[in-house]
């Protein structure tokens, strides 16, 4: 009985098999594969037929042509249309894995917790410089804002160097002060505008009627700059969620963010899972921004409209 050839066993190989998945970009990578792990064979290259197959370039998923230098993906997912995952299973995996999951959790406490002191901070300086003088005030202003123009790249290096020499690395509260160290300036230029324009004629009359200095500003300020201090806030919020650059330095496995673990996902893997992380979040803001409309008004928040 004579001996059949790997050929021949690919032909009559069932395509149903666990072995045949959306694991391999192509069909031919799949062929590969299979009679080099059930035959002895050896795959080739899809480009120039070359043997000479370097393996594994990443995690074992990346093969390289030796020859030709063309690269094939066993985990892009688009084998065929009756083997490709739909597009629901991408969105139903994005919640089974928990390091996304705690690392969105981490990036949605972050942002709140860094967004709601950066405005505790610029509020009050934001009035202190519009309204008094004092020796320093155009440095106070220019070290506030500071922030936006060095590169976070910067930053982030040099705050690592400092988290390392006081030993706190990984720390989920240094991480919350390097956030306010580069969202405070967004805050404090919108309250700045809010009160520059402002008219104290309410204010006077407030105090001339007997009120407090507390009640003053919560019951005069506070409701006068508000749109600045909302649309402020939600800047803030907006730029530490979504902050990477800085937050590669500074975080540790356990207190990743969801755009580093999206960043550090991407640099091991190649599917769809990414675009269904994106979208997620894309249809969150959404969705938040309508509820907040409907709620309170877009309109009342952001322009102060009555």
């Known amino acids: ?63 390289e042509c030796a020859d030709c230098g063309h690269q094939t993906s066993l985990t892009s997912g688009t084998l065929l249309d009756k083997t490709r995952k739909p597009l629901k299973v991408w969105f139903r995996a994005v919640f089974e894995r928990a390091d996304f999951v705690d690392a969105f959790y981490n990036s949605l406490i972050l942002a709140f917790s860094a967004a709601s002191l950066a405005t505790l901070i610029a509020v009050p300086a934001a009035l202190a410089i519009t309204r008094f003088e004092f020796p ?27 988290f390392a020499l006081m030993g706190v690395n990984g720390s989920f509260a240094w991480l919350i002060f390097a956030h306010v160290l580069v969202i405070t300036p967004y805050v404090l230029r919108l309250v700045l505008a809010s009160a520059i324009g402002l008219d104290r004629s309410a204010e ?19 409701p006068m700059i508000l749109p600045g201090v909302a649309g402020g806030w939600l800047l803030a919020f907006i730029n530490s969620f979504d902050e990477v650059t800085l937050s590669i330095f500074v975080t540790s496995p356990a207190t990743q963010t969801l755009p580093v673990r999206m960043y550090v996902y991407a640099t091991e893997s190649i599917d769809p899972m990414m675009a269904a992380v994106s979208a997620l979040v894309i249809a969150l803001t959404a969705l938040t921004m309508i509820l907040l409309d409907r709620v309170y008004g877009l309109d009342r928040v952001l322009v102060g409209k009555q």
């Open 136 to 162: 320093g005030r155009d440095f106070f202003n220019g070290l506030f804002l500071s922030p936006i123009i060095i590169p976070h790249l910067v930053l982030g290096v040099a705050l690592l160097r400092l």
């Open 204 to 222: 006077h009359a407030a105090q001339s009627l007997g009120a407090g200095r507390f009640t003053l500003f919560r019951e005069i300020t506070l």
């Open 1 to 63: 009985m004579s001996q059949s050839s790997p050929n021949d066993l690919w032909r009559d190989f069932p395509k149903t098999a666990p072995e045949f998945d959306a694991r391999f970009a192509t069909e031919d990578d799949c062929r590969a594969y299979w009679i080099e792990a059930r035959w002895g064979g050896e795959p080739a290259c899809q480009r120039c037929r070359s043997k000479h197959i370097r393996k594994p370039l990443r995690n074992g998923t990346l093969f």
